[in-house]
């Protein structure tokens, strides 16, 4: 951490540095322009052409000739009456070596009254005049500078954890990660490795050269990492895929180069690399960004390659979209092991929750396991969020100790929107909200596969108009396709309560028909859950692929679709029909009071 701050602070004084060297150029070169205008200006009112020169040299009337040395201008002094300044012209001229040769000539043959003056020109001036030669090239190099320093040329790759200049190591361990035991179960002969490589390698053992971490993100493939080199107590050098990636052509591969040189001379070590789909996505024959892409994942395979036998430099990579990388990167050699990294279980979010509530204050009535049996599908990071937003609210509060309410109130704030108990809605769109949720709620009660209502509100939240929160009692795997229908039917249930108790359709529904349709969309292309189509998959990567299944499987997918669609519609509508007084009262609840607890709902069932 230290070396990293340090390195940081290197970097942002040299960023200060090339910022007013550039301003002291800029300011360097306006002052000599400023002073050049101004002589020149006062140049140009006595300007005199250089054939008039000639021609008042051949009359007779010049007086006096001041010749600058270094220079291609001549002060000329005609005769005449009045003060000399008056009577002073400068003269532009072709070549002042010519035009010295001439004028002496002139003098000494045919005898012309005139007083020649040789001078050194104003060393002013002069470094006035080579600056502006040499401004556009001037410019072109700080631009470069300023460019190839932005670029990161010439610097150091990824932020170093521990070293051989004694900073300090990872201080992520094992213990600081909750929920995944059996993936730390499966890292743990990395870190022995890393530890005592002599045991391994006299036995003939090879340690896998790279591991790929993938998972939603949030899920800890970082903090896993760094926990690896934390426990083994060696560098971790960590860097980013898009940090490769630059505009220019060669750039990429030359800092994979430089990342692994730098890996080499500092082993046994980690080198991190964080979403490395940036530049480990499948190689094409496309030019432009493509090409630097290809050149840069190329230089990573042949640097994963060349490891030697007492190199002991572990390469980790994390990403949440595995499908994308190239075949290349997961051959053994390369990246021998993929290991998953999911969201927690039930179990594991409960774990983390009392992690990251080690240092929090709270409140004594507050059980993280009914917490985490509300938070099924979170990643570790969604969890930590929770409970700081808890303890934000909690503070602004004035609460002592973070309480249920507080983490309830977070966890609505996450998933739902920031409530908005200001918003001024009218008493049309107030009850058009609460029989929109009043249906979702009622149509959910009868169907077996759905989950009980933990809440039901019709304040906005977020982009909500209102929202139906349901218990989510345990986490799940597999779906099934009657679920999967009831789902349908419960998200057409607001749409089927507005046209059946107000005669009227909304906006409102909106979000429910896109979640429907994507359901069955997926369970006829995805799932193979149709019983005319059969059990087939139609998710392809490129479009023309569906092509082999011909233009009436595509239109068969449509229609069916749309059955789908419009029975879990026709399926909830009877629903309502069938109990339109807990409709009707659950309804007017919401718009008298703006929200119904679970207890409340489960009431009008009794």
Not at 205 to 222: C, E, F, H, V, W
Not at 321 to 346: H, N, S, Y
Not at 354 to 372: E, P, Q, R, T, W
Not at 467 to 482: H, L, Q
Request: aromatic share 6%.
């Amino acid at each position: 951490m230290e070396k990293n701050e340090k390195h940081n602070k290197k970097k942002n004084e040299n960023i200060k540095t090339i910022i007013l060297s550039v301003l002291l150029l800029i300011v360097i070169v306006l002052g000599g322009f400023a002073y050049y205008l101004m002589n020149q200006k006062q140049e140009d009112e006595k300007e005199l052409a250089y054939t008039e020169l000639i021609q008042n040299i051949n009359e007779d009337k010049v007086e006096k000739i001041k010749m600058k040395t270094g220079s291609y201008s001549v002060i000329v002094t005609l005769k005449g009456e009045g003060e000399e300044e008056d009577r002073q012209k400068t003269v532009l001229v072709p070549s002042i070596q010519a035009f010295m040769e001439w004028i002496n000539e002139k003098v000494d043959k045919e005898g012309k009254d005139i007083e020649l003056i040789e001078e050194n020109v104003n060393p002013i001036l002069k470094i006035v005049d080579t600056l502006f030669s040499l401004l556009p090239t001037i410019l072109l190099v700080v631009l470069m500078i300023m460019f190839f320093k932005m670029q990161g040329i010439g610097g150091d790759q990824g932020k170093v954890y521990g070293g051989e200049d004694g900073s300090k190591q990872s201080d992520v361990r094992f213990e600081d990660i909750a929920g995944l035991d059996e993936e730390k179960d499966e890292l743990i002969e990395i870190v022995d490795f890393l530890k005592t490589p002599k045991a391994y390698l006299d036995m003939g053992a090879k340690i896998p050269r790279g591991i790929l971490l993938y998972g939603k993100p949030g899920t800890g493939k970082t903090l896993i990492a760094k926990a690896i080199a934390g426990e083994a107590g060696v560098p971790f050098i960590s860097m980013s895929g898009s940090e490769f990636i630059e505009m220019f052509a060669g750039l990429g591969a030359s800092r994979v180069r430089r990342l692994f040189e730098r890996a080499k001379k500092i082993s046994p070590c980690i080198v991190f690399i964080d979403e490395i789909d940036a530049i480990g996505s499948r190689r094409t024959s496309n030019s432009g960004a493509e090409t630097e892409n290809n050149q840069t994942l190329n230089q990573l395979l042949v640097e994963m390659d060349g490891f030697e036998t007492n190199e002991t430099v572990i390469v980790l990579a994390a990403t949440n979209r595995p499908e994308m990388l190239d075949k290349a990167l997961l051959r053994p050699g390369r990246f021998d092991r993929q290991i998953t990294i999911p969201a927690p279980d039930l179990n594991g979010r409960e774990a983390i929750l009392k992690l990251h509530g080690k240092n929090k204050k709270i409140a004594a009535d507050v059980d993280f396991k009914s917490i985490a049996g509300d938070t099924a599908g979170f990643t570790g990071a969604e969890l930590a969020n929770i409970l700081n937003e808890a303890a934000i609210i909690g503070t602004r509060n004035k609460h002592t100790e973070i309480t249920n309410e507080d983490i309830e109130s977070a966890v609505k704030k996450i998933t739902v929107g920031l409530e908005k108990t200001n918003r001024v809605i009218s008493e049309k769109d107030k009850k058009l909200t609460a029989y929109h949720e009043a249906g979702h709620a009622v149509v959910s009660k009868f169907l077996p596969t759905q989950t009980d209502v933990k809440e039901v509100s019709i304040i906005p939240r977020g982009v909500a108009g209102g929202y139906t929160m349901y218990k989510t009692t345990e986490d799940k795997y597999y779906v099934s396709r009657t679920e999967l229908l009831e789902k349908m039917v419960a998200l057409m249930g607001g749409r089927a309560a507005e046209k059946i108790a107000l005669n009227e359709i909304s906006t409102g529904a909106s979000n429910d028909i896109e979640v429907a349709t994507g359901i069955a969309r997926d369970m006829l292309t995805v799932y193979g859950m149709d019983d005319s189509l059969g059990p087939i998959s139609l998710k392809v990567d490129d479009p023309y692929e569906l092509q082999i299944f011909g233009d009436k499987v595509i239109d068969k997918v449509g229609n069916q679709i749309q059955v789908l669609i419009d029975s879990a519609y026709e399926t909830a509508q009877k629903i309502l029909l069938d109990n339109m007084d807990i409709l009707d009262k659950v309804a007017n609840k919401l718009i008298e009071q703006e929200k119904i607890t679970s207890e409340e709902f489960e009431e009008f069932f009794k």
